[in-house]
């Protein structure tokens, strides 16, 4: 079993930048990827950035070129860069793992972005 723990969120003005991190513990080598995702108020959760095992990444597009995912697998711990942060950018922010059968979600992390 994989546990996901994130941290990181806060309150910042726009501009501003924060770096969310997810600890993962647990049977990590089945993860063939760990994401982030965000969920706005009265919206659907949506895909923020991924990484796969092999190094790629992919990125909403509403957050290329600002945001940058990383993993350090020394730690076992996901990063989000999160630069340029915007109003809308505020949302709980979630940590995934996806496995080949099922993906474990970490719990929430609130990120909010005064204009």
């Known amino acids: 079993q994989v546990q996901l723990v994130a941290s990181g969120g806060g309150l910042v003005q726009a501009g501003g930048s924060l770096r969310l991190s997810c600890v993962a513990s647990g049977s990590i080598g089945s993860l063939i990827s760990m994401g982030w995702y965000r969920q706005a108020p009265g919206k659907a959760r949506e895909l923020v950035a991924r990484?796969?095992?092999?190094?790629?990444?992919i990125y909403a597009d509403s957050v290329k070129g600002r945001f940058t995912i990383s993993r350090d697998n020394a730690k076992n711990t996901l990063y989000l860069q999160m630069n340029s942060l915007k109003p809308e950018d505020t949302g709980v922010y979630y940590c995934?793992?996806?496995?080949?059968?099922?993906?474990?979600w970490g719990q929430g992390t609130q990120v909010t972005v005064s204009s």
């Open positions: 990484v796969f095992t092999g190094g790629s990444t």
């Open positions: 995934k793992g996806t496995q080949a059968w099922s993906g474990i």
